[in-house]
């Protein structure tokens, strides 16, 4: 449990970080597409591969579409899962309804403003890994119950 408990601190505030750069720059990398700065910017490293400057450009385009309001509201539920991972670090069963919550919040909001401009969807990975780790907990927690409440099986 604690090794599930530390994976998910180091992502929230992980992603905190990248939540919050990402707020920020996008708005700059558009601006840099549109004036051509981009693939000035990638200029010294002409050497590369062009199906790999290809690449870059259109991961950059594809970023450049995602509406900045993603990355604020996914810095708000990775804060709030953050929260919810110490509680739980704590004991408190109630972080793990915040951290659920903030979850299915992630995967809400990745469906509304980045799943779409993903082509093949990475909607199942993620939901994968959310459930996994919800389950995981939802059943240390049910055990920590069952430790703590024994039925009298008589």
């Not at 601190?9 to 990248?18: E, G, K, P, R």
């Not at 062009?50 to 996914?74: F, G, H, V």
């Not at 709030?80 to 979850?103: E, P």
Request: glycine content about 4%; aromatic content about 14%.
């Amino acid at each position: 449990m604690t090794i599930l408990l530390v994976l998910s601190f180091i992502n929230a505030c992980w992603n905190i970080l990248s939540s919050l750069v990402a707020y920020f720059y996008i708005p700059k990398l558009s601006t840099m597409l549109e004036n051509g700065q981009f693939e000035e910017m990638l200029a010294p490293f002409s050497g590369m591969n062009e199906e790999m400057t290809k690449m870059m450009t259109d991961s950059a385009t594809t970023l450049s579409q995602i509406n900045p309001n993603y990355y604020l509201i996914l810095l708000v539920l990775f804060v709030a899962s953050l929260v919810g991972v110490i509680m739980m670090f704590k004991g408190d069963k109630r972080g793990f309804h915040i951290y659920s919550i903030a979850q299915i919040g992630m995967l809400i909001d990745a469906s509304v403003f980045v799943y779409p401009l993903q082509h093949p969807s990475p909607f199942v990975s993620d939901l994968l890994f959310t459930s996994i780790f919800i389950l995981l907990y939802y059943l240390y927690f049910k055990r920590m119950d069952m430790a703590q409440n024994p039925q009298n099986p008589e």
